[in-house]
């Protein structure tokens, strides 16, 4: 069989699946499933990343009383089935939540599955082993370049060996159901990929995430870093050969990638979960879908202090269960809306209604 026709018929193939998910998403609008709650404990951090979309320093103060979240976590647990959610717990750096063990080992007597995003600074012998202990089934942690990129872009001198320790303390104390780790990737560390590949490569971690520089929170300030037309090309390129080679090497959530490179790069189609699959408390109490959203008006849902978060994810999170592409003339008039829907939540200007990250004409010009 010619090359052509095979490539031809793995189009053909994911034009099926996407058709069917494009279906199932309009499903999802109407009866939503609650499968990852966030919990954003902290915004203090003890780093300052350039590009972190929450903009979170170390003057910052600490999120909820313990008590709130564990009152949050009996009501979902009354009201969803905990068996088929994750809780995620971020920051900021989550560790720093002055009641953080306190209020995991109570998730995890309730029987939820959780995990959590870290700079990985803190993470000693002593605290990989409480993390265990507490049920921690997944981390992410964040390493964004050598060793003098990711100092320089985290504003402090010895986070990359201090990050690096952390992960190997959490190989070492073992029982974990996955280690990964996540990489930002800019117009200025692209081309440390193969290095940093490198790197991780002698490491037991279970998967590396890379992921692009998306227009959020800080990094707004720094539009020299965007990633270019080729930077991206190059990305995508990077992560495809390494998963032909088997290395497990993955892109994120974050975008439709067009015919050719939905499902080469990540094992998944696109599909934007915020409001349909997950939803967040932040750390003021807050409520609303995925914690890199822009947060306004129209997309804060309610306050837990006013609300039972039950009924703000029963009544509310109506824009998040609409097509984004309805909203913009061009979005609506492209071949791919049916598979895209507008894109992401989090990339979108909700001022001028449009997507400010779209691959059409870098990816793919035509379905």
């Not at 942690?141 to 952390?166: C, P, Q, V």
């Not at 930077?231 to 990077?238: A, E, G, N, V, W």
């Not at 909203?327 to 997507?355: I, V």
């Amino acid at each position: 069989m010619r090359k052509e026709s095979i490539e031809d018929g793995i189009r053909q193939l994911k034009a099926q699946h996407m058709d069917q998910l494009n279906a199932y998403r309009e499903q999802l609008f109407h009866a939503p499933q609650l499968r990852q709650l966030f919990f954003e404990l902290t915004l203090r951090c003890n780093e300052q990343c350039f590009h972190c979309g929450s903009r979170c320093s170390g003057r910052e103060i600490d999120g909820l009383p313990v008590e709130k979240y564990q009152e949050i976590l009996d009501e979902v647990k009354e009201n969803f089935d905990i068996s088929r959610m994750q809780l995620c717990v971020t920051g900021g750096e989550p560790l720093l939540y002055g009641d953080f063990f306190a209020l995991m080992n109570y998730a995890h007597k309730l029987g939820y599955r959780w995990g959590m995003t870290s700079n990985g600074t803190l993470i000693t012998r002593e605290v990989a082993h409480h993390l265990r202990e507490a049920g921690m089934g997944t981390i992410s942690i964040s390493i964004d370049g050598l060793e003098e990129t990711h100092d320089r872009f985290r504003n402090r001198k010895g986070a990359w060996r201090k990050a690096m320790e952390g992960i190997q303390n959490l190989i070492d104390e073992g029982g974990f159901h996955a280690i990964q780790v996540t990489s930002v990737m800019n117009h200025e560390n692209i081309y440390e990929l193969e290095e940093m590949y490198e790197v991780f490569l002698d490491m037991d971690i279970d998967s590396w995430r890379v992921i692009g520089l998306e227009p959020i929170g800080r990094a707004l300030e720094y539009p020299e870093r965007m990633l270019t037309k080729e930077d991206q090309l190059r990305l995508f390129s990077f992560i495809k050969e390494k998963r032909e080679d088997e290395m497990p090497v993955t892109y994120g959530c974050s975008h439709y990638l067009g015919l050719d490179w939905e499902r080469e790069v990540r094992d998944w189609y696109f599909l934007c979960n915020a409001g349909i699959y997950v939803a967040s408390v932040m750390s003021n109490g807050d409520v609303g879908a995925c914690l890199d959203i822009e947060r306004r008006a129209e997309t804060i849902q309610g306050n837990i202090y006013e609300d039972r978060f039950t009924d703000i994810w029963n009544d509310r999170f109506q824009i998040f269960r609409s097509r984004l592409s309805r909203r913009n003339a061009s979005c609506k008039m492209c071949p791919a809306e049916k598979w895209c829907s507008g894109g992401a939540f989090h990339s979108w200007d909700y001022d001028k209604n449009e997507q400010m990250i779209c691959m059409k004409d870098i990816l793919f010009s035509e379905v």
